[in-house]
């Protein structure tokens, strides 16, 4: 029988949604952060659970020929990236296999999806166009960083090589003010302290930034040291944010102040302009998500396609870029701020025929009438990790729209839903 602290040969089989490998003890699956199929590894189990262990790498002694030597100093450490040790070209095979993987299991072997080639992103490194990065103080002063895997440890990081090169400068200089303006961490251990998280978002269409403080409490010194920032090279505004909560693990308090500047950051997706409020949500991988808006494009019949329905909507980025298309459009997003970036960005685009409610996906369409008795030819999705509300699988089941476009960033939520749909679709 298998004991937490036993060692034991295993061969990694595929990854798992958060970049680790799997393997199989006597059939019972064994979770390894590190390591990628075919590798043969001695491991020692660390948690065991009713259906998978946990466990560490102790010793690769197969390796798999394409893995790499990762570009950055912090990777294994910070919890913020699980696959640089993989060759790119090989990343996008076992990426390809995994939705393949999670099709099989929740719908079914013999499934009727079609799966093509995985796209690469047009940039492997300094694609990520914004930064939220905890702080901690170090005897050298204050320091930004991420989390260390599976941990609430803050690992210091000098530059993140996947954050854009303006993003690593302004947080450097952001640092140094700090320092000179006497501005500390929260220390959780104590209780006390300033400043939690430092926020830069990046425009990829301007390349201004606005950096918001997210902040225990208001304190005089935030409007000396906010002016500073709002004085940086390229910095458009400058906000911040209350969460006095220490209990709380959302990034963003429930308000913010804007203290200098513009309070909205500019950016486009082809055609259509967007401004974005601090909070809302937009693709942090704004090439990549041309690629997807292009694609999505493809789906769309202009013949037959007149109303749509946008699931999760965020600051409207889908609604808006195909609002021409169609006759009618709906956005539906819980988040007040990127419905209010919605609603600004409506009418930056001058798009009448767009309507966008804030509130509850599965709510709305059973009260408000602008969609509970409206027919959609086309409905958007593109939820959490968590997928599609139960209550909204109903309500597609019943509705039997025409279309439904699924934008997923979790294969196996995206394959237990299709299985669900498939019963109307």
Avoid at 351 to 365: P, R
Wanted: hydrophobic residues 40%.
């Amino acid at each position: 029988m298998l004991k937490s602290g036993q060692n034991v040969l295993i061969t990694i089989k595929r990854i798992g949604i958060n970049g680790e490998g799997i393997g199989y003890y006597k059939r019972l699956a064994v979770f390894v952060h590190g390591v990628i199929p075919p590798e043969e590894v001695v491991v020692r189990i660390d948690a065991l659970h009713e259906s998978y262990a946990e466990a560490t790498a102790l010793k690769i002694k197969k390796h798999a020929f394409y893995r790499t030597e990762p570009f950055c100093k912090h990777y294994g450490e910070c919890g913020g990236c699980q696959l640089q040790h993989v060759a790119y070209e090989e990343q996008l095979r076992l990426k390809e296999a995994m939705l393949e993987q999670a099709f099989r299991r929740y719908v079914g072997e013999k499934t009727a999806a079609t799966f093509k080639s995985c796209g690469a992103s047009p940039q492997e490194r300094r694609y990520r166009h914004k930064a939220q990065m905890p702080v901690l103080n170090t005897e050298t002063g204050l320091k930004a960083g991420l989390y260390r895997i599976n941990s609430k440890d803050i690992v210091a990081i000098d530059a993140c090589p996947v954050q854009t090169d303006a993003i690593n400068a302004t947080i450097t200089a952001i640092l140094a003010l700090c320092d000179t303006h006497g501005v500390y961490a929260v220390d959780l251990k104590a209780g006390r302290g300033l400043l939690r998280t430092l926020v830069v978002r990046q425009s990829a269409a301007t390349a201004t930034m606005h950096v918001t403080f997210v902040v225990t409490l208001f304190n005089r010194v935030l409007k000396t040291l906010t002016e500073a920032v709002a004085a940086l090279d390229g910095v458009s505004g400058v906000s911040i944010s209350k969460n006095h909560d220490l209990d709380n693990h959302e990034i963003f308090g429930p308000t913010y102040e804007v203290m200098h500047g513009e309070e909205m950051l500019p950016e486009r997706l082809h055609d259509t302009e967007f401004l974005l409020h601090p909070p809302a949500f937009f693709q942090l991988n704004p090439p990549l998500f041309k690629t997807v808006i292009d694609y999505v494009g493809t789906l769309l019949d202009d013949r037959s396609d007149k109303t749509m329905l946008d699931l999760y909507t965020g600051c409207g980025a889908l609604a808006l870029t195909f609002a021409k298309r169609f006759d009618a459009v709906v956005g539906i997003d819980h988040h007040p701020s990127s419905i209010a970036s919605a609603r600004r960005n409506k009418m930056l685009n001058a798009a009448e025929n767009v309507d966008f409610i804030l509130g509850d996906a599965a709510e709305v369409i059973r009260r408000d009438k602008r969609v509970k008795t409206k027919p959609f030819d086309v409905v958007f999705c593109d939820p959490p990790r968590t997928g599609l509300d139960e209550r909204l699988i109903r309500w597609l089941l019943q509705k039997r729209v025409k279309k439904i476009v699924y934008i997923s960033c979790n294969p196996s939520t995206l394959a237990k839903n299709v299985a669900a749909l498939s019963k109307a679709y």
